[in-house]
């Protein structure tokens, strides 16, 4: 497991989440940002061309160094700085309130615990400060759902730790942002890896 995890999943995933109908996602979720960002599962970095450039620095937190190298391209070729400043979104060294905005894209469905990570996202939010996110979780379709738990177990084996069924808009309302936006949907391919929470959450 450990080569696989280590090596060969990043790259899959860079390669996979690498598609231009997520792509044309991340645009939406990166829109309105400036300032000072949180990036929390920064990954290969692909979210990093679609920052405006308002975003006057963005503080990278990921675990995975293949994910890091797969990145230093882009945020070499970004004009946008990225600084590495940890390796868990569950704990992630931060002041309380000092950033502007928060991003995670298709990254809670990993971090083990999710609400965990969320308490971070409103710690480090300064009042006002938005949360930006795309994730997949727990489909509002029974059949869907049902399979969703029954995959969950060897997706987390398969695909590092992704759970196919997490709750994603009630984790973020749980930690006390204030959702302003969700808009739920599947993505092409199978539906209980598919269905999408794209959305913003304000710290009031
Ligand atoms: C499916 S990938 C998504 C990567 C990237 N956000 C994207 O949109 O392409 C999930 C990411 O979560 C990261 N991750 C796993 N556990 C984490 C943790 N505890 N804290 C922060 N990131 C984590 C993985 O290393 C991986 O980069």
Redesign the pocket.
């Known amino acids: 497991m450990g080569i696989y995890q280590d090596q060969v999943l990043?790259r899959v995933?860079n390669a996979v989440?690498n598609r231009r109908e997520f792509a044309v996602i991340r645009g939406r979720v990166c829109s309105g940002l400036e300032g000072e960002v949180l990036e929390?599962?920064?990954?290969?970095g692909?979210?990093i061309l679609h920052y405006p450039p308002a975003v006057t620095r963005v503080r990278a937190?990921?675990?995975?160094p293949v994910?890091r190298r797969l990145a230093a391209k882009r945020v070499a070729a970004s004009g946008v700085p990225v600084e590495y400043i940890g390796?868990?979104?569950?704990a992630v060294p931060l002041d309380p309130a000092s950033v502007d905005h928060v991003v995670?894209?298709?990254?809670l469905?990993?971090?083990?615990d999710a609400g965990r990570?969320l308490g971070e996202v409103y710690r480090v939010l300064r009042p006002g400060g938005s949360f930006h996110f795309v994730e997949h979780g727990h489909s509002p379709d029974p059949g869907v759902a049902r399979w969703q738990n029954r995959l969950t177990g060897l997706q987390r084996r398969l695909a590092?730790?992704?759970h196919l069924n997490r709750p994603i808009s009630q984790l973020v309302a749980d930690c006390g942002l204030e959702l302003t936006r969700v808009d739920n949907y599947y993505m092409k391919g199978p539906k209980p890896f598919s269905y999408m929470f794209e959305g913003r959450a304000v710290k009031a």
């Open positions: 990043p995933i989440m929390i599962g920064f990954g290969s692909l979210n937190v990921d675990p995975a994910g390796l868990d979104g569950q995670a894209t298709w990254t469905c990993t971090i083990p990570a590092g730790g992704c």
